[in-house]
């Protein structure tokens, strides 16, 4: 095999792993494959990613994907545990026999993918590339340097010289925890939620948010405090343990949601042009070089979004989505209404036998499925959106999706109704803000608005789990990149600059100025190029430095489908190279 580059992956979780799967698949189609990979893990794990490493969960952390829907690597998931001795699938939470729709413990998702790891790292020995692996190693600097190539630091202080550089660091969670006050930045990792020596937590527990994050936290904490059996009639039952009479959980959602449920899908992998080709979505952008949110919306979602209703049966909304002056954010509101009710839990307990039904009898529900593939689609083109977009999209469009297409699996939401009924666990509506002052050492005040009704609260435990932010350029971990304006914070320019003023006042220190003085608009996270190649200060690309990592990126990559996506940023990152040495 010809071609002397060498290329430094940073990472092994899975970007890294699907960037190598990739790269194996094309590895002869290329003019100049690399010749030796190097792969740094701060982890002493390889290949498991921070989701599903035992280091940061635990076996009540479930993962919300099954095997069917995994982007396939050498063994599909399912094969691989059928192939696990009994007491291997026991320590990992899975019970006989393996479905290829069931889904199971992210601990037994990060040992398949640690495996999967070690496949791929032969294979590619096999075909010719040299491939170093340096787990427990740290990188704390990257600089691209002035006669061509990259020096990577690590945390020691040693230096690798590489052609280019794939950053796959995965999720990242600044350390803001203040133990003392109880107040925890992320659920990770979980081991710091559990008290020493297995005691328990015997008073009120606030989460921000009531994602899938925060059920993993429910789960955890739940197990700790009682257990978990099922009645004569097969129904989910929660029974606390002597000592935690006062131990319950309030999850804090802005409005008072809980997520959708599991449900059939059609087609279990998303497809980036399955509604539009990528002629006809370009054939979209106006004279000014934008897409507009709400041209997309009518253009390509309208039509695909009558279809998945009509195999629905959902008549109402077929007649609604005909007519023109239905938009984006009618569709939004009305959807989200479909799914308030006066109380979630109730409501998740109606929607249980819906999503029952769909899953056992293999009943797709088409719209949900059809709005994934619609905004998928769109998250590889949002570079395309002008500000105003932008700022609809993360304000309007975003929580809809998080909240109502967003799939908790079944056996997810019968514990959360579990401990409900059992009174240890409750929903509160509401915006939640840090208290401007802090009265107690040993406590977190929470100040609840917009809601039912407005609270101050005091948690001896409160921990965030909405999700991962946006890195800002101040969070990037490799700081010569950031002197040397080798990268730059990712913006969009407004396509109506007037629309500047009407930001916002709690949006406005996001507003900046483009390079040719228009105003812009920062989206969050580092600005990259369809190639996911880091973008300079200057505006160029630069073929040495990749980025792959969703923290990084989201803000021009704002709804990347979990795993799917990771899978789909390597191919456009490969094909990258393909076209462009």
């Given at each position: 095999?010809?071609?002397?580059?060498?290329?430094?992956?940073?990472?092994?979780?899975?970007?890294?792993?699907?960037?190598?799967?990739?790269?194996?698949?094309?590895?002869?189609?290329?003019?100049?494959?690399?010749?030796?990979?190097?792969?740094?893990?701060?982890?002493?794990?390889?290949?498991?990613?921070?989701?599903?490493?035992?280091?940061?969960?635990?076996?009540?952390?479930?993962?919300?994907?099954?095997?069917?829907?995994?982007?396939?690597?050498?063994?599909?998931?399912?094969?691989?545990?059928?192939?696990?001795?009994?007491?291997?699938?026991?320590?990992?939470?899975?019970?006989?026999?393996?479905?290829?729709?069931?889904?199971?413990?992210?601990?037994?998702?990060?040992?398949?993918?640690?495996?999967?790891?070690?496949?791929?790292?032969?294979?590619?020995?096999?075909?010719?590339?040299?491939?170093?692996?340096?787990?427990?190693?740290?990188?704390?600097?990257?600089?691209?340097?002035?006669?061509?190539?990259?020096?990577?630091?690590?945390?020691?202080?040693?230096?690798?010289?590489?052609?280019?550089?794939?950053?796959?660091?995965?999720?990242?969670?600044?350390?803001?925890?203040?133990?003392?006050?109880?107040?925890?930045?992320?659920?990770?990792?979980?081991?710091?939620?559990?008290?020493?020596?297995?005691?328990?937590?015997?008073?009120?527990?606030?989460?921000?948010?009531?994602?899938?994050?925060?059920?993993?936290?429910?789960?955890?904490?739940?197990?700790?405090?009682?257990?978990?059996?099922?009645?004569?009639?097969?129904?989910?039952?929660?029974?606390?343990?002597?000592?935690?009479?006062?131990?319950?959980?309030?999850?804090?959602?802005?409005?008072?949601?809980?997520?959708?449920?599991?449900?059939?899908?059609?087609?279990?992998?998303?497809?980036?042009?399955?509604?539009?080709?990528?002629?006809?979505?370009?054939?979209?952008?106006?004279?000014?070089?934008?897409?507009?949110?709400?041209?997309?919306?009518?253009?390509?979602?309208?039509?695909?979004?009558?279809?998945?209703?009509?195999?629905?049966?959902?008549?109402?909304?077929?007649d609604l989505l005909s007519a023109p002056n239905f938009r984006l954010r009618d569709f939004v509101e009305k959807m989200t209404d479909e799914h308030d009710y006066a109380d979630a839990f109730e409501g998740m307990r109606q929607e249980m036998e819906e999503a029952r039904i769909s899953v056992e009898n293999d009943r797709p529900v088409h719209w949900k499925e059809y709005m994934d593939d619609l905004m998928y689609t769109l998250n590889f083109h949002a570079e395309l959106l002008p500000a105003e977009?932008?700022?609809?999209?993360?304000?309007?469009?975003?929580?809809?999706?998080?909240?109502?297409?967003?799939?908790?699996?079944?056996?997810?939401?019968?514990?959360?109704?579990?401990?409900?009924?059992?009174?240890?666990?409750?929903?509160?509506?509401?915006?939640?803000?840090?208290?401007?002052?802090?009265?107690?050492?040993?406590?977190?005040?929470?100040?609840?608005?917009?809601?039912?009704?407005?609270?101050?609260?005091?948690?001896?435990?409160?921990?965030?789990?909405?999700?991962?932010?946006?890195?800002?350029?101040?969070?990037?971990?490799?700081?010569?990149?950031?002197?040397?304006?080798?990268?730059?914070?990712?913006?969009?320019?407004?396509?109506?600059?007037?629309?500047?003023?009407?930001?916002?006042?709690?949006?406005?220190?996001?507003?900046?100025?483009?390079?040719?003085?228009?105003?812009?608009?920062?989206?969050?996270?580092?600005?990259?190029?369809?190639?996911?190649?880091?973008?300079?200060?200057?505006?160029?690309?630069?073929?040495?430095?990749?980025?792959?990592?969703?923290?990084?990126?989201?803000?021009?990559?704002?709804?990347?489908?979990?795993?799917?996506?990771?899978?789909?940023?390597?191919?456009?990152?490969?094909?990258?190279?393909?076209?462009?040495?």
């Open positions: 095999m010809s071609g002397t580059s060498s290329t430094g992956v940073i990472g092994s979780g899975p970007s890294a792993l699907y960037f190598l799967k990739n790269l194996l698949d094309r590895l002869h189609q290329m003019e100049s494959p690399p010749r030796r990979i190097s792969i740094f893990e701060k982890s002493h794990i390889m290949g498991t990613g921070m989701p599903y490493s035992p280091e940061t969960t635990n076996i009540h952390s479930r993962s919300n994907i099954s095997s069917e829907e995994l982007p396939r690597l050498p063994q599909s998931f399912a094969d691989w545990l059928r192939d696990q001795p009994a007491a291997t699938l026991e320590e990992l939470g899975v019970e006989p026999p393996v479905d290829e729709e069931a889904v199971y413990p992210r601990l037994a998702l990060g040992r398949y993918f640690q495996a999967q790891h070690r496949v791929l790292v032969d294979r590619l020995r096999e075909a010719g590339v040299e491939v170093h692996e340096f787990p427990g190693c740290r990188i704390s600097d990257i600089r691209a340097d002035a006669g061509g190539g990259v020096t990577l630091v690590t945390g020691e202080g040693a230096e690798h010289r590489l052609d280019r550089v794939v950053v796959a660091t995965g999720h990242h969670w600044p350390n803001k925890d203040k133990p003392a006050a109880g107040y925890y930045s992320s659920p990770w990792p979980i081991h710091k939620l559990v008290p020493e020596k297995d005691g328990v937590l015997n008073f009120a527990i606030g989460t921000l948010g009531a994602s899938l994050s925060a059920f993993d936290v429910v789960n955890t904490l739940a197990h700790l405090n009682g257990s978990f059996s099922r009645n004569d009639d097969g129904v989910l039952t929660y029974a606390a343990a002597p000592g935690t009479e006062d131990f319950r959980i309030v999850m804090h959602s802005a409005e008072g949601l809980l997520p959708h449920l599991q449900f059939a899908q059609e087609e279990p992998m998303r497809e980036i042009y399955r509604h539009v080709s990528l002629d006809e979505l370009l054939a979209l952008v106006d004279a000014q070089g934008y897409l507009r949110l709400e041209r997309y919306f009518d253009k390509v979602c309208r039509p695909a979004l009558l279809r998945a209703f009509q195999k629905d049966g959902m008549p109402e909304m077929v977009d932008h700022i609809r999209l993360s304000g309007e469009v975003m929580p809809f999706l998080m909240n109502v297409v967003a799939a908790m699996p079944l056996e997810s939401g019968e514990v959360l109704l579990a401990l409900h009924d059992a009174g240890k666990l409750e929903l509160m509506e509401g915006r939640v803000e840090l208290a401007e002052e802090q009265p107690h050492a040993d406590s977190t005040r929470i100040v609840v608005s917009g809601g039912r009704r407005d609270a101050v609260i005091d948690y001896r435990m409160f921990i965030d789990c909405g999700g991962q932010k946006p890195l800002e350029l101040s969070d990037y971990p490799f700081p010569s990149l950031v002197r040397a304006g080798d990268v730059r914070e990712a913006r969009a320019l407004f396509a109506d600059p007037a629309e500047a003023a009407r930001v916002p006042e709690k949006k406005r220190d996001k507003l900046c100025t483009g390079e040719d003085g228009r105003p812009a608009y920062r989206v969050g996270g580092l600005d990259i190029d369809p190639f996911y190649r880091l973008v300079r200060a200057d505006g160029m690309p630069d073929s040495r430095l990749h980025d792959i990592s969703f923290p990084l990126t989201t803000g021009l990559r704002p709804y990347s489908y979990g795993l799917q996506a990771c899978n789909e940023t390597a191919r456009i990152l490969i094909e990258g190279w393909m076209r462009h040495g």
